[in-house]
């Protein structure tokens, strides 16, 4: 495949931050040429601004299905009453509506890759190859029975799905761990040794409320943090999301280590918890941070735009300094920070993957005085008119090009239905 | 003009806030059917969801113009280094290219009838008034000379502006005192007379940061709500914007009075002012409670669907409570509390007024367990699709039909250019 899009703004996110003015070409999975480019293209794009795409590091794809159900409660009475009840009854043909319906969501707001953690992982990395979506499989361990399987059939069943996607290029197996308060010590050392073996990435919930740390302290003498490190889980290929609830001491211990902090600001946020990850902290000691929109059920929805913008605000309005947390640093937690942590490109530079998405230049991005402040602050998923993952035009003028959009939407629609009348 | 939209679900908004599902006939400005209805019409749409148009009640128009100019500062340093030397400069062709940008983003979003306080204000009004909007044009008065005019004409100008207004449907004047820390108690007391003296609307800002509490506190031995009182400003005809910074006894002062508030979350939060406009307490008390954008220098966005979601989850988590201002009173915010408070209808019943928006069922607002918490949780502005105020279609399938987005934009992008260039 060959796609030219022609007399662009490039918002390259290079080494430099470089915002170039000018052509790109893609051939193939790979970024070709940047400049002033003359050559026939299967696809050919005009006028747009071009940015990597999003990187979304913890959501929970199926959780679609319960976008809407049960908002405006505590989250205890939440996940009580309404979330765990409603999980119980999820099927693999529920999980495959809930997961496309999320993909197009995401695709459709600018997400090119993402970080998952629920059941049925498999069916979840099923969906992703067929939608074509760049996808970090994690396969929920924990010490309850999940509506998929036994619990004590988890771990083995993990390790058949590491071996099953290992060599995939577009769908990676992760590890997941649910939390330290839903995971037994012996759980947790299992799952990092597991995770060891293969050379794979862990994913696991941290200080999350906190309600969860003191919980964590109370059984087990450590905080969250210091339980994933007495068992082995706080290493470069964890994936800590939240961490609301971490002290100046945990900020350096994960730098330190190169774990990869995901910070989830609106589902932090609607959930009421209280808690404010500290990115200057982060920041200043060195560590990875990145964003995730959580899983629809407490978003409510899968848009890393509007991520973006919350990420930046909730931090100034908390310090009363408008200067902390600027657009830059945010769009890098988006694109470049979890880029270097997966392993996967997230620049607009020649020779490169070409995981790129195009924004339309609507009325809320003009006038255009600084392109990194508008995508930060401006912009919308909406804005974006196409998308390309690694090397695929899979949007193109925000429609779909492999896959049934109204359908996918009838289908998650059915699903729902039939969720609650079982 | 007739407008037939079929098969919608429609979310009234009436004094029960029921959620129908059916059809919906518009004819000239009013809301004439909901039911099953079959008639022939100019217009025909269908499979929407049909709401009221949502209102806007704290705005500064032009400063479109400077979106994105000189973000990631603090709020002293934004305003004395950016945005006062830069609006200096403003002359009346480029209020017209900033106030048109804002109307086709607001519109374009949802936003059917706003609350403006600017310079230039019979300028903005005349944009209003080819645009199609629905205005509430506030007429800034301040202690030091405009870029339109000195200081002294101001008054006499307002009322010459009332004159011109007043009897204007769609277009209303506003008598706009800036603020305590800007104007005199003499300013205040005039623009309070002249209000009175036709009968309109008063707006001004009231305790955005807790600089300008204790610097009013200072100056006149007042907070600037009280500051307000002792000058005839606090009235059941006056809009606060922000109070942010407001005691338990202004919250009862304010609610005793019947004055709006008008709450702006994301700029609040973007220029780090740190204060939370109390919304639990204003609306026990039974305050007029509603939403703003402020300019899109601040927000750096006018998408009121945003600021739904951002004033919800502010306050659960500031408070540690999801309950706290739930998908519902967030809605009413941004409707009838509103409506009510202008006398402008916001709901959709028979025989009112026809401000009336339709969004696209999209990925996003799937599936439907609950339309209001999609609303409020889940929709982008960019969901709207069709606008109609005061039963003229403004938009429709996201297309203007009066006037040219792309002239607008062209326009807004060179008045930018010339702003900086002289």
Known sequence: MSILI????????????KILEGDLYIEDDLIVEIGKVNV?????????????????????????????????????????????PIERKLNEKMIKAGTRLAFIEMISTG??????????????????????????????????DTPEMKSEMLLPECEKFIKKWKKNEMVKPVVAPHSTYSCSPETLQKSSELAKRYDVLLHTHCSETRNEVYTVLKKYKSRPLEQLKKNGMLTEKTILAHCGWITKGEVMEIAKSGACVSHNPVSNMKLATGGYTPLPELFNAGAVVTLGTDGAASNNKLDMFET?????LIHKHHRWDASIVNAQQTLDMATVNAGKFFGVNASIEEGKKADVICLEIEPNLIPIHNIVSHIVYSASGFNVSDVIINGKMIMRGREFIYVDKNKIMEEAEKAKEELLSK
Request: contains cysteine.
């Open 40 to 84: 026939e293209a299967e696809f050919v794009l005009k006028n747009k601004i071009i940015m990597p795409g999003l990187i979304n590091t913890h959501t929970h794809l199926p959780m679609t299905l319960m976008r809407g159900y049960g908002d405006d409660l505590p989250l205890e009475e939440w996940l009580t009453t309404k979330i765990w």
């Open 308 to 312: 973006m913008k919350f990420a930046a």
């Open 6 to 17: 022609k007399n662009s703004k490039i918002v390259t996110q290079n080494e430099e931050r």
């Open 111 to 144: 997400t090119t890759c993402c970080a998952d953690m629920y059941f049925f992982e498999d069916t979840i990395a099923e969906v992703a190859l067929e939608m074509g979506m760049r996808c970090f499989a994690g396969f929920s361990i924990i010490d309850f």
